[in-house]
């Protein structure tokens, strides 16, 4: 192990020897070697499916179900490309799946950072009851709640619509969103918005004008976080939304129904077209705000 | 009562009554919301799980507790709660230390430069790429692996495998193997996210820590379990309390990964699925209620078990 030049001296004086058997323990040598080895399998581990996954969108099928599924396509055209988007209505998901968690996601910050500016610094009846209450959402499993769920939508008339799975994703989002904010709006200081109400501003604009910029670094977390789980959530939509509206289906009820629907089968090329669609926005917006996705999606564990 | 304590009381009235208002106009859409979507169906549930409850248009009828003496009798509940406790084991032991021998890499592997500890070269790199598949739908990645594990040469494992002269392996058509390869979808999509979770437990360690116990001459393993791994073991643990979380849901890969939905012969099965299917494909309602709370009371002894177990004397720095 290489160490500060300093210690290093002191350590040669004091045992040679020993330091002479420690320097072949550096990151170059075996170590060093098996742990980049470990490293990179691992890396191909995770970039080798998604690779395939868009080579293959560029095969043929007799390519891909033939006896070599490993080899590179013979050509590169964009059929399968047009197949998914158009026939398979990937597009369509797309869309509405932008729709949707572009909503849900908006109110959820609404909503949840103005429950969570009103307990975090309001002492008033009821203060701590309807906190526990938020964060009591976070014990349960969604599953208990289904049966109940999908009536609950139903008598509302809202199956079967994008407003229920709006209303739905902005509740079932409240919880952590609301948890996570009272913690980062305690943590403001006082003084801001004292002088501002001082001045004679209302409550209302004290919120929206001096405190929502102050705690722009937490919101864009929890917003990050929110957008990631309600992009990805398969469990509410299948309930929600039936088979009898298939245009109204978000993205990822549409690519696994692709997976099951049996007129598909004869059209592999145009599956992993699909999958590439579904994969790629996502793999964009990861690159370009990794730092903020991982301590987004990190920030719950780490409170 | 004079007139000026009139006009202040009423002064310090309004002001109570704009405070009030404001606390209420913020919280009344929210807490709407939250009631009708969330608490409502949480607490009918647990009604629910008590009645027989078919067919939508049924009338429910209280029958008691018998749900839950036929769910005791069910063979199929009990092959989905062994799956429970099959991932509960397995899946959090694997995730765990494969994401802590990766974050020690990549954060201390690279021993001391100029008194502070570094990862091994291109640590930056890896670090993204790992992480990328916890941004991916489970959806998704459910219908990607379906080609990965497919049973005849043309899946992409099995057309590796064949490469080295190993036949073709029925990774989820053999009941003994389908669940494991269930599982090791779930470990290659979350490891990334306790490697950074580990990171930033690791990256707060003073790094004095380390240079002390290197001069004593501590090499890589002591380094490891007599040093990281007691000091981040806070962190650890909430990593444990997820992935055990996590074992008890698995819904959405089973649901489009394995064969016939929770096969081949109930071996991938579990609660959640099982609680779909009965409400959404038989209309049992009732019955599909009682499972969820059964669902409900194993989490929620795991949770409190985990946090008892695993509590340690927190080590202060």
Redesign the interface.
Same mark, same amino acid.
């Given at each position: 192990?290489?160490?500060?030049p300093q210690?290093d001296t002191v350590?040669v004086a004091r045992a040679p020897r020993?330091a002479a058997r420690?320097r072949t323990? @550096?990151?170059t040598g075996v170590?060093?070697g098996l742990?980049?080895v470990?490293?990179i399998v691992?890396?191909i581990?995770? /970039?080798?499916?998604?690779l395939?996954?868009f080579l293959?969108s560029f095969k043929t099928n007799p390519e891909?179900?033939?006896?070599?599924?490993?080899a590179l396509p013979h050509s590169f055209g964009w059929d399968a490309w047009g197949r998914a988007w158009d026939k398979a209505h990937i597009g369509r998901y797309m869309l509405n799946t932008v729709f949707v968690v572009g909503v849900s996601t908006a109110f959820t910050m609404l909503?949840?950072s103005?429950?969570a500016?009103?307990?975090a610094r309001?002492r008033?009846f009821g203060n701590r009851a309807?906190y526990y209450?938020?964060v009591s959402?976070l014990?349960?499993?969604v599953?208990?709640?289904?049966?109940?769920?999908?009536f609950?939508?139903r008598n509302l008339g809202l199956l079967d619509t994008h407003l229920g799975v709006i209303?739905?994703y902005?509740?079932?989002s409240?919880?952590f969103t609301?948890f996570f904010l009272t913690a980062f709006f305690k943590t403001l200081p006082n003084s801001v918005a004292e002088a501002a109400m001082m001045d004679g501003a209302?409550?209302?604009r004290t919120?929206f004008q001096i405190m929502v910029p102050m705690a722009r670094p937490g919101l864009i977390s929890i917003t990050i976080f929110n957008i990631?789980g309600q992009? @990805?959530?398969?469990?509410l939509p299948i309930?929600l939304l039936s088979g009898s509206v298939e245009d109204k289906w978000l993205?990822?009820?549409g690519?696994?129904n692709? @997976?099951t629907s049996a007129g598909y089968e004869a059209d592999?090329p145009g599956?992993?077209a699909a999958?590439s669609m579904?994969?790629l926005p996502?793999?964009i /917006?990861?690159i370009i705000f990794?730092r903020q996705?991982?301590s987004g999606?990190?920030a719950g564990?780490?409170k | 009562m004079r007139h000026g304590d009139g006009r202040r009381s009423r002064g310090l009235a309004s002001v109570r009554v704009?405070?009030?208002g404001?606390?209420l106009?913020?919280?009344v859409?929210?807490?709407i919301?939250?009631v009708?979507?969330?608490?409502?169906?949480?607490a009918?549930?647990f009604y629910?799980s008590l009645t027989n409850w078919r067919g939508v248009s049924a009338n429910p009828q209280f029958i008691g507790l018998e749900n839950f003496t036929r769910l005791l009798s069910d063979d199929v509940f009990w092959a989905a709660v062994r799956h429970h406790a099959l991932l509960l084991l397995a899946m959090p032991l694997i995730t765990i230390a494969?994401a802590l021998?990766?974050s020690f890499?990549?954060n201390l592997?690279?021993?001391?430069?100029?008194?502070r500890m570094t990862g091994?070269r291109?640590s930056g790199f890896?670090? =993204?790429?790992?992480?990328?598949?916890?941004?991916? !739908?489970?959806?998704?990645v459910?219908?990607?692996?379906?080609?990965?594990y497919r049973p005849d040469?043309?899946?992409?494992l099995n057309?590796?495998l064949?490469g080295i002269g190993i036949g073709p392996v029925g990774w989820l058509i053999a009941p003994n193997l389908a669940l494991w390869s269930i599982m090791g979808v779930v470990v290659?999509q979350s490891?990334?996210?306790y490697v950074?979770?580990f990171s930033?437990g690791m990256a707060a360690i003073p790094s004095d820590v380390f240079?002390a116990a !290197?001069?004593d001459?501590a090499?890589?393993f002591r380094l490891f379990f007599s040093i990281t791994l007691p000091l981040i073991w806070d962190?650890i643990q909430?990593?444990w309390v997820?992935l055990g979380i996590a074992a008890?849901?698995c819904?959405?890969l089973v649901?489009?990964l394995s064969v016939d939905r929770g096969g081949p012969d109930n071996s991938t099965t579990v609660?959640?699925l099982e609680?779909?299917r009965a409400?959404?494909t038989f209309s049992k309602?009732g019955y599909?209620?009682a499972m969820? =709370?059964a669902?409900?009371f194993l989490?929620?002894t795991f949770?409190a078990l985990s946090l008892r177990v695993t509590r340690r004397e927190r080590i202060e720095l």
């Open positions: 192990m290489t160490t500060a210690t350590r020993a420690r323990k @550096n990151p170590f060093g742990s980049h470990a490293l691992w890396t581990l995770v /970039v080798g499916p998604i395939w996954t293959a891909i179900v033939g006896d070599t599924p490993l909503f949840g103005m429950a500016y009103v307990l309001y008033f309807i209450l938020f959402g014990s349960f499993p599953f208990l709640a289904l049966v109940p769920l999908f609950v939508v209303l739905v902005i509740a079932y409240l919880p609301v209302s409550h209302t919120f990631l992009w @990805n959530q398969y469990l309930v993205i990822t009820q690519i696994a692709i @997976n592999w599956l992993f999958l579904a994969i996502m793999l /917006v990861y990794q996705i991982q999606l990190t564990a780490v | 704009r405070k009030y404001f606390i106009s913020f919280l859409i929210p807490l919301l939250y009708v979507f969330v608490i409502s169906p949480y009918q549930a629910i494969i021998f990766f890499l990549l592997g690279g021993g001391s430069r100029g008194g091994v291109g890896y670090r =993204v790429v790992y992480f990328f598949p916890q941004v991916l !739908a489970v959806a998704v459910g219908v990607l692996f379906q080609a990965i040469n043309t899946g992409v057309g590796l064949s290659w490891v990334g996210f950074v979770l930033a240079e !290197a001069l001459g090499g890589r962190t909430v990593g997820y008890f849901d819904f959405a649901q489009v609660l959640p609680i779909w409400a959404f309602f599909a209620s969820g =709370v669902l409900f989490t929620i949770a």
